[in-house]
């Protein structure tokens, strides 16, 4: 079952879920979503639309031309899509984004009494010495010092969280790409950053103190620390979901290979089939898991 | 004029503003965007999109009913419309989100060879000790300690920015909503931070390892440095405009008073009203200060 560490939440007659425009009073939770087993989650409303769409067709329990109806449509800070047991929501872009977003889906899943969910964020990065197109199942996320921890601010003060992620899940999923055999993947650390531009040594931001010789040898650090790939999300996620007993995956997408530049400058064609990468791993892995449990 | 602190940029042969789907090469920045004077960004693109209908009509330049383009229709991440000197943009929740589309917007008002350019944030907040429906131009905005800085981490390690808002544009503010007289606006300190819910002292989170009590007695200190609203982004966005030499303001209605509950309980046409409140102020400032220009 997914757990919450909040005391006085049981205590609430209604408990708004603000962002999703949902509340345990206003709506029949484990009626929408009590059959939850998989929640794929990304930046992007019109990924996550697109991967409900994939799944549905995939798993061969939906059209996947129709029109699925956003569940969070009386909002416009997410959007949510349901299809089987699959639930797919977008969360932004930056830790603030996806925490809020965690915060309300955990409750969510705790209201509607789901039990043995998978959790898995698919996205895109920036890659460090992978060929662009690389897709990264992430082992731990660092943060821009290369630890492995999520700091959360309570009450004016710093408390850090871990930020490993389910080793087997790993495993798992990097097998599945084997058997897809369609694209590169590998397993590695993810770095999590506040900023795109000065935050990942970007030199083409509106601010840059730094030169290409300084940003180099940063990323190369990152790289030899087992970095990866960079993005803006995974460390409160792995954390977020650590703390809530729910298995987590995280599955990024490289659209550049940071070592040799900072502007992502490939066609919007070639971009388009890279973010198809890590929906198209994710559904082979949850077409096998369904596979397996129905047997 | 707008300007850039980075000597790497006028090297590249194209500038591709990624998460707005516009570029140098892609698009005549200055035929389109050359005459912009005020930049309105909130959260929300409903919002934005609404804040362009209603700032049409009271201008006179265009119907509030119409249906204005989203410049940034190539991309789901932020929303762009644009009615005579006046831009709006989406911004999405928490400071890498608005970060992200700072560092764009600051480089498309620098191609496009803007001067004289307001930017002013419209957003929504937790007040504290204000009545729900209170209007707060930021002064200051403080970081979760109540110290005005922005910690940016370059390269792994901390820099510290300034936080200060234009003290003249606050007062002009506060000023034009004396005049138009229909809700209640104050100065004050705005405390920045980087998430809704346990950053925020929310005792109604998936997780909450504080009391009620401890809740109280920060919020209390908190009220007792000055500050009287909580929201997501105004410190980088303080520190990033300064950064830039645009003049910038933060106007946020209060959508709760934190001081006696968590959770946003008023009714949706209450919480509508609300949210029109810093688009009337700014709509009237915009208006008074057009009106001055062409006399």
Known sequence: MVHLSNPYLDGLKDDILYHFDLGTRSHDLPAMFGDVKFVCVGGSPWRMKGFTQYIAGELGIGDPNADYPNICAGTDRYCMYKVGSVLSVSHGMGIPSIAIMLHELIKLLYHAKCSDVTIIRIGTSGGIGLQPGTVVVTKQSVDPKFKAQFEQIILGESVFRHTDLDEELAEELLHCSKELNEFETVIGKTMCTLDFYEGQARLDGAFCSYTPDQKFNYLRKAYDAGVRNIEMESSVFAS????????????????????EGDQITSSHDVLTEYQLRPQKLVGYFIKKQLKKSSQ
Chains 1, 2 share one sequence.
């Open 240 to 259: 977020m979901c650590k703390m809530g007993g729910i298995k987590a995956a995280v599955v990024c997408v490289t659209l550049l290979n940071r070592l």
